[in-house]
DNA sequence: AATATAAATGAATATTTATTCACTTATAAA
DNA sequence: TTTATAAGTGAATAAATATTCATTTATATT
């Protein structure tokens, strides 16, 4: 018999993410998506039940990547402002990269698709960032306020970054990496 | 003969606003559309042409509103930090009190319907605070750095800041301007 | 090599959603 | 009042899109 080909469903992940970069969650159709992975309409009911169940194995797929790549090569036991640079470059240069997959999560949030278990899920991914942050603030180093504000400084400012990496069609040099980094460190630091 | 009803539009923009906090602009469909307007689909097509001149319609109002409403109270000929900050507080308050539209706007960027033209336009909104930067830089208050981050630290920040008060129901108190304020300005100053 | 099994196909069908239209209702103008 | 005109209605139709299925194709197993 023939088996699954385990290439599959990356090629229709990747399918489906390139068209929400192009237009969007709303304009996601199945017949677009399987043109685009270069797939017959019925092989993506092979592999998924119904569209719904497509996108929300894209979505939890999304969200583990990206809770692997924001604290790759950080060390909790190092000195505060490093492993708070790793974490900030980490998160940014993640999201650059893997721009589509921010767009996605993004949407999906605010997209008849997500249940209230799975924003709660992904809210956790932060958790060591959270700890971090706790720490900074222990050790006086950054602002004594309320970590969900300097999270809520922090991701909003990296988000928006990588928005207009991709839109603007700039690159992300080490003096921009710096300059956006300053920023952010001059407005947390005590 | 009887006059068109001045209130529909309004009304049919209001309740597109709605279905988009509450699922995202995929999830918007006419007959959803006319159901919470409390009017007949078939009345739609009176007001407008189609789906999509209704979405462009409401896009249209609302880059128009935004504009109005950041600007308010703001004197170009003051002193740069009391400007800096009016811009700064009207851009989130509004953003805060006008969340749909943050949304809409936001989901049509990356949605089928948008349009290149549109893009520009709506860029030209922050040109006002784009020269009070400038000036900002020149007497040396802030950073001498590109305008281009400056406003994107800004502004990704109040974005994020008018979600989560959103997503997890804080209140915009004086203090939590000031201390967001603060993480903010201590960024961007000299 | 032959067979069995499941993947893969894409046209056909089902479902959803946009749009139309024959009809009713309201109201300015005569 | 009466009339003419356009708003308003919602069921009917058209169009788009999701899903199925009869058929073909590939390949592990025998």
């Not at 017949?31 to 979505?59: D, H, R």
């Not at 060390?75 to 996605?104: C, V």
Request: a positive charge; aromatic letters at 14%; hydrophobic letters at 40%.
């Amino acid at each position: 018999m023939k088996l699954r080909d385990e290439n599959k469903v990356p090629q229709i992940y990747q399918a489906t993410l390139k068209l929400v970069r192009a237009s969007g969650i709303a304009g996601i159709t199945m017949q677009a998506v399987a043109k685009e992975a270069k797939i017959a309409t019925g092989t993506l009911y092979i592999y998924f039940n119904n569209k719904e169940s497509l996108l929300v194995g894209l979505f939890n797929e999304c969200a583990k990547n990206s809770a692997s790549g924001f604290f790759r090569n950080y060390d909790p036991g190092g000195p505060f402002k490093t492993g708070f640079r790793t974490i900030w470059l980490n998160i940014l240069q993640y999201r650059i990269s893997h721009f589509e997959e921010m767009l996605f999560i993004e949407q999906f949030f605010t997209s008849p698709y997500i249940e209230e278990a799975t924003k709660m899920a992904v809210k956790k991914i932060f958790d060591p960032l959270r700890e971090l942050i706790q720490r900074g603030k222990d050790e006086h180093l950054i602002k004594d306020i309320d970590s969900f504000w300097l999270l809520t400084f922090m991701t909003g400012n990296i988000n928006e970054i990588a928005k207009r990496i991709h839109y603007f069609n700039k690159k992300l040099t080490p003096e921009i990496e710096d300059l956006n980094f300053q920023l952010c460190w001059d407005g947390i630091k005590s």
